[in-house]
């Protein structure tokens, strides 16, 4: 097998990534810091960081004293340097978002579907149209648009040269969705299934921060999960690892929306215990029923605690089954319906889960709400180009030894994806 010698080249990328990852995740530092974070020498520091600050990259971001001598600059990705999109496609909406590289939202846009939901044609163009619609909100060129997450329901094929999304619940069945947004913008195209996105968002910014073993889920219409091992997102053989909501409860139970019988999705999955609620209340079946039911003050009326009852002890038996697979550091509950439960019956979710999961292992996690906010799917997919302008080093595929200006060294980022 023919293998790859490490250039001079590959270690500069590499140390690059290592200073901007930490100063992204680490926040505001001083070059001697980095290199006590990073392990680089102190010469290193200062000839990568000054690459990075020529490039616009890096920026100088106030002082910090130092013992006895002159005060250390404190250094920061800098915000302006480029932009991020990120777009939520959900069953019956299209979200899009831009934020800077501080992730300050600068500009939001939302489109209703049609009845008969996401229609790959139509989402494709619905997120084209969003995402010039968000980068005239924000006032800014398109070409400092640095990449374009999409977050959507099912697995996510990354194997050829663009993604394709297979959601058996949503009737995309191989949909090209990286060669259809790809053909209709110049802004480089990443796509990821939502759970994931949230994922990656609640462990850089929210309650998975400080974790390295971790499992994230999302409840709402579709149930799924994110599964970070060491650090790292796993995915399994081919990009489906993470469909918690496709994992059996019940032998032979509910019809669940993919067709299978007895899935955690047909017990937890908001659609179905809104049908349970107005079967159980006689109340009309509309699409807010359970969250302004959770949100109203006061008990919930016999028909409907049994069902909430219910479906807390279905929640944390799943939640359970992940703690015995996985043994992770933090299960971490969001998703509209699983905040809306999880802040009003936490407790009872945790009872229901320790009453399932082994006692050594569930001792050692924690369950917590996410921290972003009922629907992070957008802004988890905003980070998608974060990651891979971080694990680059800032570099564009083909960059040559010399440090271009800012303008030039973005506009090849944006060419070279």
Aim: glycine residues 14%; charged residues 20%.
């Amino acid at each position: 097998m023919e293998t790859r010698r490490t250039t001079v080249r590959d270690v500069r990328r590499a140390n690059r990534a290592s200073l901007l990852t930490d100063l992204f995740h680490g926040g505001r530092q001083s070059r001697q810091q980095l290199g006590d974070t990073t392990a680089l020498s102190q010469a290193s520091v200062s000839n990568l960081i000054g690459e990075m600050i020529d490039e616009g990259l890096v920026e100088e971001a106030g002082l910090v004293g130092s013992d006895g001598g002159r005060p250390r600059a404190l250094l920061r990705v800098a915000p302006g340097f480029g932009y991020v999109a990120g777009a939520d496609v959900g069953e019956s909406r299209v979200l899009v978002e831009l934020y800077d590289l501080a992730m300050s939202r600068l500009g939001v846009v939302e489109y209703a579907l049609g009845a008969d939901g996401p229609v790959p044609g139509v989402a494709a163009a619905r997120l084209l149209e969003g995402l010039d619609a968000v980068v005239a909100e924000a006032g800014i060129e398109k070409s400092a648009v640095l990449g374009f997450g999409v977050g959507v329901a099912g697995v996510v094929d990354q194997a050829g040269d663009a993604p394709v999304v297979h959601s058996q619940t949503t009737g995309w069945d191989g949909v090209p969705l990286g060669r259809m947004l790809r053909e209709g913008t110049e802004v480089p195209i990443f796509v990821e299934n939502g759970a994931k996105t949230v994922g990656q968002a609640e462990m850089w910014f929210g309650a998975g921060r400080g974790a390295r073993h971790a499992v994230i889920v999302m409840v709402g219409t579709g149930v799924g999960a994110a599964v970070v091992m060491d650090g790292r997102s796993y995915r399994g053989a081919n990009s489906s690892a993470g469909e918690w909501g496709h994992t059996t409860l019940v032998y032979d139970g509910d019809v669940c929306r993919c067709g299978a019988r007895g899935c955690l999705e047909a017990y937890i999955g908001s659609e179905k215990v809104i049908a349970r609620l107005a079967e159980a209340t006689g109340r009309p079946a509309d699409p807010k029923l359970l969250t302004r039911m959770l949100a109203a003050d006061g008990p919930l009326d016999e028909a409907a605690a049994r069902v909430i009852r219910e479906t807390v002890g279905y929640l944390g038996a799943g939640i359970a089954g992940l703690v015995n697979l996985f043994s992770p550091e933090r299960i971490v509950l969001g998703g509209p319906a699983g905040l809306a439960l999880g802040e009003r019956f936490l407790p009872d979710i945790r009872d229901a889960a320790a009453r399932n999961a082994l006692r050594q292992p569930y001792s050692r996690t924690r369950i917590e709400l996410c921290q972003l906010g009922p629907d992070a799917v957008a802004m988890g997919a905003a980070t998608l180009p974060i990651a891979r302008l971080l694990a680059d080093g800032g570099l564009p595929a083909t960059a040559g030894p010399a440090p271009m200006s800012r303008a030039a060294h973005r506009r090849s980022l944006s060419r070279g994806r």
